[in-house]
């Protein structure tokens, strides 16, 4: 099993561009999130989704769209990308039950740098 | 507003040394998770404590969780050069239907031989 895999592992933008990354997970797992890491902070909850189809919003949601058409895949979606969104990004999965929140499987990250 | 704090964020520790990092959580939550991350790397999970009065041990680690204190532990016996890494707590919670799975700033340990 690859596990957890991000695509791209680095990209460059310019203000106002736009760009999607890519995260998949060959495990079955019902929860996909997208995280973001800037330096001297914890990750912090972007978005995620529950189920295919399904996507719902985490702690910093603004000036980022998500999609999951596949249970395999969920993608990150820049619309405008702004310096601020310079991050790396991370992907987790995750198969939960009814009763508990089981641990999160993270991807190698994205480094984004917005000029 | 769920708020988690690590303490310290730093620390350099000598090989053999015992140590504890600390992890306090501002609401009610009853999952508490450990990560490890090593330079330029992504994250690996450690523990997961699902209620009060939880202990889990790996190796040289041990975390354990207090719900009513709001307060989790870590820690490193007798510590080796392998261990030294960023770790980062996280707590979970649902408001307003909303998950919330929130992280600590990270503590990250250097061991040094």
């Known amino acids: 099993n690859a596990g957890v895999t991000q695509t791209p592992k680095f990209r460059v933008l310019k203000t106002g561009q736009s760009m999607t990354l890519l995260c998949a997970q060959d495990?079955?797992?019902?929860?996909m999130y997208w995280y973001r890491q800037d330096p001297g902070m914890g990750l912090r909850l972007i978005h995620y989704s529950v189920g295919e189809g399904t996507t719902a919003k985490g702690e910093v949601p603004d000036g980022y769209n998500v999609s999951r058409l596949k249970k395999q895949n969920f993608l990150l979606g820049l619309e405008s990308a702004a310096p601020s969104q310079t991050s790396v990004y991370f992907c987790?999965?995750?198969?939960?039950?009814?009763?508990?929140?089981?641990?999160?499987?993270f991807g190698p990250g994205t480094r984004l740098l917005v000029l | 507003e769920l708020k988690v704090e690590q303490n310290p964020l730093f620390l350099s520790m000598q090989e053999g040394k015992n140590y504890t990092i600390y992890c306090n959580y501002s609401t009610t939550s009853d999952r508490l998770y450990w990560y490890r991350q090593d330079p330029g790397k992504s994250l690996e999970s450690l523990f997961v404590?699902?209620?009060n009065g939880a202990v889990k041990q790996e190796g040289r680690l041990m975390a354990s969780l207090d719900t009513k204190a709001r307060l989790s532990t870590l820690h490193i016996t007798a510590a080796v050069h392998d261990l030294s890494a960023t770790y980062f707590c996280?707590?979970?919670?649902?408001?307003?239907?909303?998950?919330?799975?929130?992280w600590g700033a990270g503590t990250k340990l250097i061991i040094k031989p």
């Open positions: 404590l699902l209620s």
């Open positions: 495990m079955n797992h019902e929860y």
């Open positions: 987790a999965s995750s198969y939960t039950t009814t009763a508990s929140q089981e641990t999160q499987y």
């Open positions: 996280a707590v979970d919670t649902w408001v307003d239907s909303n998950y919330q799975l929130i």
